[in-house]
């Protein structure tokens, strides 16, 4: 679970930079609140649609969610 841990803090940090919260980011990504903090937790991955919102949400490149993770 070490790559959820991994996506969970890049997300954060992602999230944090663009001044967003949980809630608005999630409006952005058409997810629920519940599921960007179960994802920043690092208790659970993201589908690839999902990630390429997420992405697009935050102003990331979907390489820069998925920093670190080998």
Same mark, same amino acid.
């Given at each position: 679970?070490?790559?959820?841990?991994?996506?969970?803090?890049?997300?954060?940090? #992602?999230?944090?930079?663009?001044?967003?919260?949980?809630?608005?980011?999630?409006?952005?990504?058409?997810?629920?609140?519940?599921?960007?903090?179960?994802?920043?937790?690092?208790?659970?991955?993201?589908?690839?649609?999902?990630?390429?919102?997420?992405?697009?949400?935050?102003?990331?490149?979907?390489?820069?969610?998925?920093?670190?993770? #080998?």
């Amino acid at each position: 679970m070490e790559a959820a841990k991994q996506f969970g803090r890049n997300l954060h940090a #992602a999230r944090r930079q663009a001044g967003m919260t949980q809630d608005r980011l999630a409006a952005e990504a058409f997810t629920h609140r519940a599921a960007v903090s179960r994802m920043e937790n690092g208790h659970q991955l993201p589908r690839l649609d999902d990630m390429l919102w997420l992405a697009a949400g935050t102003g990331v490149q979907v390489r820069d969610l998925l920093q670190g993770i #080998a």
